[in-house]
Every structure is written in C-alpha cells, then in structure tokens.
C-alpha cells in the first residue's frame, strides 16, 4: 500500500490533524518503553468525542488491543484497532501535567532550556486543542498507546516497565472522520524518574474497504451494533 503520510513523533511532541475514514494509522515504537497518549474526536461534530467508560463497558474490558474499537458518546465507532504486538494499551492513567512533571522530574521552563524543556501531556493538549478551534473545557480521556497498567486485588494500579519493546507496533483504521491529537509524554504512573525519551513513529496509509466479515466488527455483539450505527450515518449524509 502508498504510504499516504509520516512522521515521527518526538519525545516531548505533540501533533494534531484532521484524518478522513478508511486510513490505517500505525504507531511504531523506535525503542523500549515509549507511551503515546491520544484523544480522538468527530471532525464534522467536535463534541463527538471518544467515550472511555462507554468504550470499555461495552467491550467488557479494561484495556484495549486488536479487535477493539474506540467508541463515541454517540455510539458509533472512531476508529478500530486492526494489528497489535503488544496486545494492552493503557486506557484509566490519564496524562501528566504541569505540576506532576515539575514534582517527578525536576522544573523546568521553555525560557531557560527552550526546546530541551520536559511537557506535559496536560500543556500538549490544550495547545492543539485550542489550534482546532476547541478549549480547555473540551479536555476528554486519552488512551495510552503502548503502555501497561494492571491491577492487583485491591485495586492498585502499576505501571508495566517491560511491556513495549523496540519497534511494537500497533495500527489503527479510522472508521469516521476525526481529529486526532497525540502527545508524546510519560504515562503518569511510570515510576522513573529520568523523563522518556521515546520517539514514536506515525504512518497513514489506506485501508481496505469494511465488511461484515471483519474482525473488529464481529469482535463482540455490541462492536458490530456501533458499526451499524456509524454505517447508518454515513449512508445518510
């Protein structure tokens, strides 16, 4: 397939873009331990946005790999996860913000380091929500690409330092027209104390046209409900 578009992602970066459905977007890991925080949203309805509680409780899951899909507060499906090496993605720890990186990692600012200074998730955001037209009132959940976060009986959550090996993959397919923004900053609970320096590579390329033998669609019952939901609107338009 023609590789329609890539970057890489640095560590510290960010990127927005509005991106068309039917593309595969992968993200590759360029070495051990990176995490890619992501927030996804309807281009044409920008308070259509991906729901994590919806997306979780209606895939009876607690983390996300292939065959999953990334549902909205409308019920319909934003993108699907078509190819996964790592098989858990991070979805409840959130991203860092100013005063979780100061505390972690030490203070610094853009006037005395520039480039060199360490960002949070939380700035990240909001600067490209603001370039789309949106605010900090529009801040939503995020998935954590890459990384794992496990429970033990009592609920605490740990961080899987392990988990992502050099050149993980994980691909998505966009099944609605969205606008992606990704930040490439530390999982809040990643206990080391040095600030990742993980670039991630991004890919968009076409993909294959959907039918009712795929296997995002028929991952669980209520995958394909929300498939006929998002082909219901665009057959309308």
């Not at 993959?169 to 609970?189: A, F, G, H, K």
Request: charged content about 25%; overall charge neutral; aromatic content about 8%.
């Amino acid at each position: 397939m023609t590789k329609i578009f890539s970057k890489t992602i640095v560590p510290g970066g960010k990127w927005s873009g509005k991106i068309g459905k039917g593309k595969l977007i992968r993200f590759t890991a360029l070495e051990a331990g990176a995490n890619l925080s992501l927030m996804m949203y309807h281009v044409h309805d920008l308070s259509e946005r991906y729901n994590m509680p919806d997306t979780l409780k209606a895939q009876h899951t607690f983390h996300l790999t292939k065959g999953n899909v990334l549902m909205s507060d409308n019920g319909r499906v934003l993108a699907s996860i078509t190819s996964d090496s790592l098989g858990w993605h991070d979805t409840v720890s959130g991203y860092t913000t100013r005063e979780g990186t100061d505390e972690k990692y030490g203070k610094t600012s853009y006037q005395e380091l520039r480039n060199d200074w360490l960002r949070s998730g939380e700035e990240n955001f909001a600067m490209e929500l603001v370039r789309n037209g949106l605010s900090l009132r529009d801040m939503a959940p995020v998935v954590n690409l890459f990384s794992k976060v496990k429970t033990d009986d009592k609920g605490n959550l740990t961080y899987c330092l392990d988990h992502c090996k050099k050149n993980d993959t994980v691909t998505l397919r966009t099944e609605m027209d969205i606008l992606l923004i990704v930040s490439n900053t530390p999982n809040p609970l990643d206990p080391r104390t040095n600030y990742p320096s993980v670039p991630v590579a991004m890919e968009m390329l076409p993909a294959e046209p959907v039918d009712l033998n795929d296997y995002c669609v028929n991952y669980r019952p209520e995958n394909r409900r929300a498939f006929e939901n998002t082909w219901e609107y665009y057959a309308l338009l």
